[in-house]
């Protein structure tokens, strides 16, 4: 068994973790660590969990204890959380944060379906954004034939659930303001477009092009939408084989020859992706689950692929129907 910990435990990323680790076969958290909810059950404040789970929230830890340290807590504070415990040798971590996605201080960037050889020998792996992973599984396959247009540039719209911004109350995620409403935010300046350029590059390093990417907020809990708009000269056939080659050994990655709806993966750990082809031009529709495939769901990936088990277990969830 897998002996966990997990620091910031209050959050939605955390509460989707706890869920499908208290249900995976080789995983066993030993505790789940919240300053403001200690002595609380979890169950009273990730409520979907009642009757799953007998665990407290915790104000201690023992890194001692654990094989493995699941980060969660807001950006800035895993760096801090690093810089003030000493963790010892054998703890792998896996930061759901941002703070460790340049690579730094020993972290592997940690998009499965591009970096799988190196998760697997990793000690510490950085999760990625959840924008910056429904983007670039729409684009790596184009970066690895070096195909990604250097004289035009790429222009993304991706439209995003309220629980991206997290579990702390905001003007933007009050129910009366995100309810029959839309809105963009950080246009062309999103923080995930720095881990996107840094993979796109690592893939097709004379790629210098402009990604001009618009964030939309949406009036629906979870779930991202990206369209990417770009420049191709590749027809129907050959752009399909190209995707359906990069992503024939993602178990997670579905390729639909049809228009695809944020239903489709909502609740699940899919990456669906629909590609259309006219006059030059490509759009590639990427659905995510934003706090799956887009956070805990790929946290749980990495975490099999680092210590050998099955890619996919613990996370064949379904999505519902309706």
């Not at 200690?38 to 915790?58: C, M, N, P, Q, W």
């Not at 082809?277 to 590639?284: M, N």
């Amino acid at each position: 068994m897998i002996k966990i910990g997990i620091i910031g435990g209050a959050g939605y990323t955390a509460g989707e973790l706890i869920r499908i680790l208290i249900h995976h076969k080789d995983a066993e958290i030993k505790f789940v660590h919240s300053h403001s909810n200690a002595g609380k059950r979890i169950s009273d404040v990730h409520r979907d969990l009642i009757g799953d789970t007998d665990l407290y929230f915790e104000d201690s830890f023992n890194l001692n204890d654990i094989d493995l340290l699941f980060l969660c807590s807001a950006h800035g504070d895993s760096k801090k959380f690093l810089d003030s415990n000493l963790i010892p040798e054998k703890t792998r971590i896996i930061d759901l944060s941002q703070d460790f996605r340049d690579e730094s201080n020993g972290f592997i960037y940690g998009l499965t379906d591009a970096n799988k050889d190196k998760i697997e020998d990793a000690f510490r792996v950085a999760n990625p954004g959840c924008f910056a992973t429904a983007i670039q599984l729409s684009l790596l396959p184009l970066a690895q034939s070096s195909l990604l247009p250097k004289k035009s540039d790429i222009n993304i719209t991706a439209i995003t659930g309220s629980t991206g911004a997290g579990v702390k109350p905001q003007e933007t995620t009050h129910f009366s303001w995100r309810d029959n409403n839309i809105s963009v935010y950080k246009p062309f300046v999103h923080q995930h477009l720095k881990e996107i350029g840094m993979t796109l590059n690592k893939f097709q390093p004379d790629f210098s092009g402009n990604i001009n990417f618009i964030p939309v907020r949406g009036d629906f809990p979870r779930g991202i939408f990206a369209m990417s708009l770009l420049d191709c000269n590749l027809n129907e056939a050959e752009i399909n084989k190209l995707y359906s080659d990069f992503y024939c050994s993602s178990p997670f990655v579905k390729l639909s020859d049809c228009a695809i709806n944020l239903k489709q993966v909502v609740n699940t750990n899919k990456g669906v992706l629909h590609l259309d082809v006219k006059d030059g031009k490509l759009l590639v529709t990427c659905a995510i689950d934003n706090l799956l495939k887009g956070a805990s769901g790929q946290a749980v990936e990495n975490m099999n692929l680092m210590f050998g088990i099955d890619r996919t277990e613990g996370l064949n969830l379904k999505p519902s129907a309706f």
